[in-house]
Each structure stands twice: as structure tokens, then as C-alpha cells.
């Protein structure tokens, strides 16, 4: 069953005590979550990406962005997590030392039982205060949108990182720490374009670590401690963690 999946690869997570894990849109395709532009069909075409996802666009028409992400947070809660987010959970559990590191906002790592997990984006199912950032557990799809904070009234706003923001200066270190100091690195469901986030595979393998890239983009082949597969990862993480378990017992 997992007879392509590269030896040298198997022996490297066999042997490793600190594994670091980065994922994209990709780990999410098998849960039907549409990626931000895929989400732009229908009544939202019209919009671009700056016009939904920025601050500007939030000072202009906070409604619109409001509702925007109200959708998308309607649809990823109506999601389940595959058997790739499945995997990913449980590898935690064989590695003394592990950090998963997401692009996705969809929260579906943290719903498979993902625990050390860092959310560079942020999370679309959680909401802050505009102004003080104070996150707020419930709120109202009232008249008022975005809803008031419950504290000092100023707009409520998705816990995501807009175009034109910042990634969390916590989050970006702690991911960066990681690439460095991991033996394996797996970047699995994402294209390597977006930066920062694209870098950590590379720098994961400047400083000795074993790198393997997972998705659709790429043809299997390997080189030394550089490997490459072709597949989806519901597919293919759950056979890499069963034949892990295998080699333990
Ligand atoms: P992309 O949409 O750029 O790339 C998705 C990757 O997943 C591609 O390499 C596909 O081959 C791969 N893929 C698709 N289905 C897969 C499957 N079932 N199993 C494994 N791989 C699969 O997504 P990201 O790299 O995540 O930002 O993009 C990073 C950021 O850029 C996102 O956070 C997003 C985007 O613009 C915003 O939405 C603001």
C-alpha cells in the first residue's frame, strides 16, 4: 500500500526527534474548502482580492468584508477535516518534538486534534475587536455589521492577516525556529509562492534538515534529503503515518 513512498524518507521521520510540517490550501481541497479566489464566484466575482481582504477595504465598506468572511466562515464550519489534517494529528503524537505551520485560516488542523500549531494567517472562525484586538467569543448577525465589540463598540473584524498587513511577529519567529532546527521538513498542499511562508522549506534545508514537498505541482523524484511526490495528502499522509506506526511497533 505505501510501497512509493521513498525509503530514505521513512528513515529520516523514523530517526528524527524534531519534525516541522508547513501546509497550504492544498491539505484542504480534500475537505472542499474553495480556496479565497475559488470563493469568488457568484455575487463576489465582481470584487477584488484588495477590495474583500485589506484594510482599506474594511475602512470603506466594513459590511461588505464583513459578510465576505461570514460566508467563508459558514462554509469552513460546515467542513469537516480529511484524512490528511487526520494524519498530520497524529504524526504529532510519534515525534517528540513536532510544529505544524499553516497558511490556512479554515482551522481545520486545530479541529483534527493539531496542537502545536502555529496559524500564520490567522483562523477565519475566530473574530477580534478592530481597535483593541481582544478576541470575542460570541457575537450578533444583526442589524449592525460588523457587529460592535462588546467592550468599546468599535467594529468587530475577522482574525485573519489582510493584503497589506503584517504576519504576527510571534508566529513568523516561532516558524522560523522551527524550519532551523528540524531534521525533517514536510511542505505539503502549498505552491511556495506566497512569502514568507515560501522560504521555510529552504531554510529548513540550509541548515541539514531532510525536505520533502507534497501536492499536485510537482513529479516524484527524490535527491539526497531532497524528496518530491506527486499526490493528494488525504491519500498519501495517512499511508506515510500508518507505515510509521508499522515500523515502531
Ligand atoms: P495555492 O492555491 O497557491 O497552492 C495549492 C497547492 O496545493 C498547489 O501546489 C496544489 O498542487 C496543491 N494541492 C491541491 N490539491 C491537493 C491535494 N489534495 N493534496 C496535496 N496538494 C494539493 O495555496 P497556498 O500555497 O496555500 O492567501 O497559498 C498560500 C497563500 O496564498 C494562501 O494563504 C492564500 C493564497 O493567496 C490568501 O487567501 C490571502
Redesign the pocket.
Known amino acids: 500500500m505505501s510501497a512509493s513512498l521513498p525509503t530514505g524518507l521513512i528513515t529520516a521521520l523514523q530517526s528524527a526527534r524534531n519534525v516541522a510540517v508547513l501546509t497550504?490550501?492544498?491539505?484542504s481541497?480534500?475537505s472542499g474548502i474553495p480556496?479565497?479566489?475559488d470563493a469568488q464566484s457568484g455575487l463576489w466575482a465582481k470584487y477584488s482580492?484588495e477590495e474583500l481582504?485589506s484594510p482599506a477595504a474594511f475602512r470603506r465598506n466594513p459590511r461588505l468584508v464583513w459578510e465576505w468572511y461570514a460566508m467563508r466562515r459558514a462554509a469552513v464550519l460546515a467542513a469537516q477535516p480529511n484524512p490528511?489534517h487526520v494524519a498530520l494529528a497524529q504524526l504529532e503524537q510519534l515525534v517528540p518534538h513536532f510544529t505544524l505551520i499553516t497558511?490556512?485560516?479554515d482551522g481545520l488542523h486545530a479541529r483534527a486534534g493539531s496542537r502545536a500549531l502555529i496559524e500564520l494567517?490567522g483562523n477565519i472562525t475566530k473574530v477580534r475587536c478592530s481597535v483593541e484586538g481582544t478576541f470575542c467569543s460570541t457575537w450578533a448577525e444583526g442589524e449592525e455589521l460588523p457587529p460592535p465589540c462588546p467592550t468599546c463598540g468599535a467594529p468587530l473584524r475577522p482574525h485573519v492577516v489582510w493584503?497589506g498587513e503584517q504576519l504576527p511577529l510571534d508566529a513568523l519567529q516561532q516558524a522560523w525556529i522551527a524550519a532551523e532546527e528540524c531534521e525533517v521538513f514536510l511542505s505539503?498542499?502549498?505552491?511556495?509562492?506566497?512569502e514568507p511562508?515560501a522560504s521555510l522549506p529552504r531554510v529548513a534545508y540550509s541548515h541539514g534538515a531532510t525536505v520533502a514537498v507534497?501536492?499536485?505541482?510537482v513529479n516524484t523524484r527524490s535527491e539526497a534529503r531532497l524528496f518530491y511526490l506527486h499526490?493528494?495528502?488525504?491519500e498519501v499522509l495517512p499511508q506515510l503515518v500508518e507505515r510509521l506506526m508499522e515500523e515502531q511497533q
Request: glycine letters at 22%; charged letters at 10%.
Open positions: 497550504g490550501a492544498g491539505v481541497a480534500e480556496t479565497f479566489r482580492p481582504a490528511g497558511q490556512n485560516v494567517h493584503f505539503i498542499g502549498t505552491s511556495g509562492l506566497v511562508a507534497l501536492n499536485l505541482d499526490g493528494r495528502s488525504g
